[in-house]
T-cell receptor, first 112, second 113 residues
Framework: SQQGEEDPQALSIQEGENATMNCSYKTSINNLQWYRQNSGRGLVHLIL?????REKHSGRLRVTLDTSKKSSSLLITASRAADTASYFC????????????FGKGTRLSVIA | GAGVSQTPSNKVTEKGKYVELRCDPI?????LYWYRQSLGQGPEFLIY????????DSGLPNDRFFAVRPEGSVSTLKIQRTERGDSAVYLCASSPRGPNEQFFGPGTRLTVL
């Protein structure tokens, strides 16, 4: 079963606009990560935020985490056509190497 | 350096046949994971190895699915008596001991006719 739900399921924006994707999860977590997937194949790790962190930045990416609401958001600023992909949040429940539980993903289309 | 590789990239088989999917993790990564992704869904966990042993196989859907990692590196996912519902992309990931950032391979797309 899947832990999280991404919202929206699909998002279409113009190049240069910001894209915001949200993720909600059900149980307590240790970390929350965001991954990107092109064309339904391999996933690329984008960013990891720990349960005791509230916000993290990496380049054009900004992730927030609200453990009281069991939710996270991924913001991509100044989007580019190359950002077109599916984005997934994934959680793990304990420290160290553990399986990830993924949401269903948001399909982002950035139109040039 | 080299990333996670998976072979074959595509596999078409007939219902009832046996298939093997291979994963070569990043050298030195102790943890190896198998996930399955159906169309329009996120990846779902199947099994995870720490070294040679299966640390958690709770995601395997039934006893037709089995995976091995005999030398703590390459892993093979084996599916017996394939069914049409097994059609999916099978993803492998590895991670070093400690941090849980997982590095994914390109996946094997399995189609059962």
């Amino acid at each position: 079963s899947q832990q999280g739900e991404e919202d929206p399921q699909a998002l279409s924006i113009q190049e240069g606009e910001n894209a915001t994707m949200n993720c909600s999860y059900k149980t307590s977590i240790n970390n929350l990560q965001w991954y990107r997937q092109n064309s339904g194949r391999g996933l690329v790790h984008l960013i990891l935020i720990r349960s005791n962190e509230r916000e993290k930045h990496s380049g054009r990416l900004r992730v927030t985490l609200d453990t009281s609401k069991k939710s996270s958001s991924l913001l991509i600023t100044a989007s580019r056509a190359a950002d077109t992909a599916s984005y997934f949040c994934a959680t793990d429940a304990s420290s160290g190497n553990t399986p990830l539980v993924f949401g269903k993903g948001t399909r982002l289309s950035v139109i040039a | 350096g080299a990333g996670v590789s998976q072979t074959p990239s595509n596999k078409v088989t007939e219902k009832g046949k046996y298939v093997e999917l291979r994963c070569d993790p990043i050298s030195g990564h102790t943890a190896l994971y198998w996930y399955r992704q159906s169309l329009g869904q996120g990846p779902e966990f199947l099994i995870y190895f720490q070294g040679t042993g299966a640390a958690d196989d709770s995601g395997l859907p039934n006893d037709r699915f089995f995976a091995v990692r005999p030398e703590g590196s390459v892993s093979t996912l084996k599916i017996q008596r394939t069914e049409r519902g097994d059609s999916a992309v099978y993803l492998c990931a590895s991670s070093p001991r400690g941090p849980n950032e997982q590095f994914f391979g390109p996946g094997t797309r399995l189609t059962v006719l």
